[in-house]
């Protein structure tokens, strides 16, 4: 995404700045005061995808929201650091730079993953490891996963430099985005559609997403589940045909200190059809943990 042309219409975009921390030029949104929440999007999205999520928060709580590397406005520095291990390493030299000591990180699909490796590097105020709050969290490898965003031979695509140009040739006729964001379970306003339009239409970013992909590995963190002590809330839609519920309830059950919260009737992209619902829950979560907000 250009800085220049894309930003002024973004959402959100008076909050934006670009923070230089290696390896990579991150694109940060910052806003409001109380405990810290970092918000980290799924594999293709951006910090679109919080837009109502993030001013909502913000008033009671300080809110940071992030684009992963090379995806949205955050510039790639090393291609070689998009896996789950090295984004953590990485978000969590940020946050160290930055002065920010997360409360509570709060991940969507693929950043619910990157949200429980990086509770692991990062402590509170309270010396506590920050609480997880994972939306649809994405916590198998690569299938219907990111399926529903590109083709099922994406990764093999990414070893591919020409991949990024055929896929957004592929997604440019018309209805062919709508149908993918639809496959989600999700269906979004127009504005929605025409963000993730953008998006997908960009081949950096989706050359981005792609290399993240090939280089995505969850054996590790799924080896680790049993032993992770952090506090673990997985919120789960029932009709996300993109990462099915089973997936977080699973999971559940193999972290000792973890929460497993259905929400009936969504799809994937759950904190966009319905963001204040998720909001509020968010907070009764967060007070539950003793995380209260300054309002």
Known sequence: MDWRRDLPTWPNAELSRLVPQRPHRWHVQEAGNGPTLLLLHG???????????????????????????????????????????HMAE?????????????????????????????????????????????LNAALGNFKGVAGWLFPALAK???????ASGLFVKSVSGPGRIQSLIRSTGSDLDAKGMQLYERLIKDTGHVEATLTMMSQWRL??????????GTRTILLAATADKAVPADVSEAAAKRLPNARYIALPGLGH????????????????????EGIAGSG
């Open 43 to 85: 594999a293709g999205g951006a910090t679109h995808s919080w837009r109502d999520v993030l001013p909502d928060l913000a008033g009671d709580h300080h809110v940071v929201a992030i684009d992963l590397p090379g995806q949205g406005f955050t510039k790639l520095g090393v291609r070689q650091r998009c896996g789950l291990d």
């Open 90 to 134: 990485d978000i969590a030299s940020l946050c160290k730079a930055q002065g920010w000591q997360p409360d509570a990180i709060i991940g969507h699909s693929a950043g619910a993953a990157i949200a429980l490796r990086l509770s692991q590097r990062l402590r509170t105020t309270q010396d506590q490891a920050p609480v997880v709050i994972g």
């Open 156 to 162: 093999v695509l990414a070893l591919n430099p020409l």
């Open 219 to 228: 054996d590790r963190l799924n080896d680790d589940l049993p032993t992770l």
């Open 269 to 288: 992209l759950a904190h966009e059809e319905q963001p204040t619902m998720i909001c509020n829950m968010i907070r009764e979560i967060l007070a539950s």
